[in-house]
């Protein structure tokens, strides 16, 4: 799988030297009436436009960076920036959740090709001060004409938040890592089960024929530790570490769910570069 060299939602950050120039208009951004989803949609949308005031979301002495292809803070930027097309970009923010100090996002790039992002974003105080991706080559529609990116975006069930949370991290605890596969239909209501990855059909026995095909290929996917569960309502995003066809890859995972079952699923598998070609040393997750 093709590794990406973009930080995706911090694309945008200038070199140090610019930053300092435009600070002054900075200061004077009210953003104390905007929500942390405003602000990590704004930033996200100034990679299209290239507006310069959303980088005043960022906090300009701690920003951790987990994209392993760019450097850590804002200076690993500017030469990125240097090598970006004019008026070449283009982002759209399809989904956008909040969680606690996270927010996370999922989005259609054109960043040196086109793209689908998982965007995660922890904020301080209202500042950004450190973010996680996944990105993956746009591909598809899948059997089942689904794209990576379309399907409903209605939040609700907030009240649910946390028992969705738990369904999901469940799920790929039983299923994917211990392999459990006597539970499998107790997570889904019947065959019912929309899917927008790229390879896979809709309906949980379309998943199945598939991870059958793939075994027959030699082709193994096993999870082997789950980071991060983030959910608001009834939409779940899962961030895991494992393998795929051999390779050491990153899960992101977004599930939407009703009425305690799983009903929908989006993804994007990015695959881990070697240790020593990471750029910075935070780590991928």
């Given amino acids: 799988m093709k590794i990406t060299i973009v930080g995706t939602a911090l694309i945008l950050l200038i070199s140090l030297s610019s930053y300092k120039e435009i600070y002054p208009v900075l200061k004077s951004l009210n953003s104390d009436k905007m929500s942390n989803r405003e602000k990590v949609v704004s930033l996200l949308k100034s990679i299209e436009t290239g507006e310069k005031e959303p980088v005043g ?20 930027f500017g030469a990125l920036m240097k090598s970006l097309p004019p008026n070449s970009a283009k982002v759209n923010t399809v989904r956008s959740f909040e969680d606690g100090n ?12 086109p793209k689908i992002g998982f965007d995660i974003f ?15 080559q746009t591909a598809g529609p899948n059997p089942s004409g689904h794209t990576m990116i379309d399907g409903t975006t209605q939040i609700k069930d907030l009240d649910k938040t946390e028992a969705n949370k ?22 889904f209501d019947g065959d019912n089960y929309i899917q927008h990855n790229p390879n896979v059909p809709d309906q949980l026995s379309g998943l199945g024929k598939t991870l059958e095909k793939w075994a027959k290929q030699g082709i193994t996917m096993k999870y082997d530790k789950i ?8 939409f779940v ?7 795929l066809a051999g390779k050491h890859d990153s899960f992101y995972d977004l599930y939407r769910v009703e009425n305690g079952k799983i009903a929908e699923h989006w993804d994007t598998i990015e695959e881990i570069p070697l240790k020593e070609n990471w750029k910075n040393q935070n780590g991928k997750f």
């Fill in 102 to 113: 996270f927010v996370f996002t999922q989005t259609d790039y054109i960043f040196f090709g």
């Fill in 227 to 234: 980071h991060k569960v983030l959910g608001e309502g009834n």
């Fill in 166 to 187: 738990t369904v999901v991290k469940n799920f790929i605890t039983d299923i994917l890592i211990n392999g459990k596969m006597e539970k499998l239909s107790g997570y």
């Fill in 122 to 136: 922890r904020f301080e105080n209202g500042k950004i001060v450190e973010h996680w991706d996944n990105l993956q």
């Fill in 237 to 243: 995003l899962i961030v895991s570490e494992g393998h």
């Fill in 57 to 76: 979301f960022i906090n300009p002495n701690k920003y951790i960076q987990h994209n392993l292809n760019a450097a850590d803070g804002l200076a690993g």
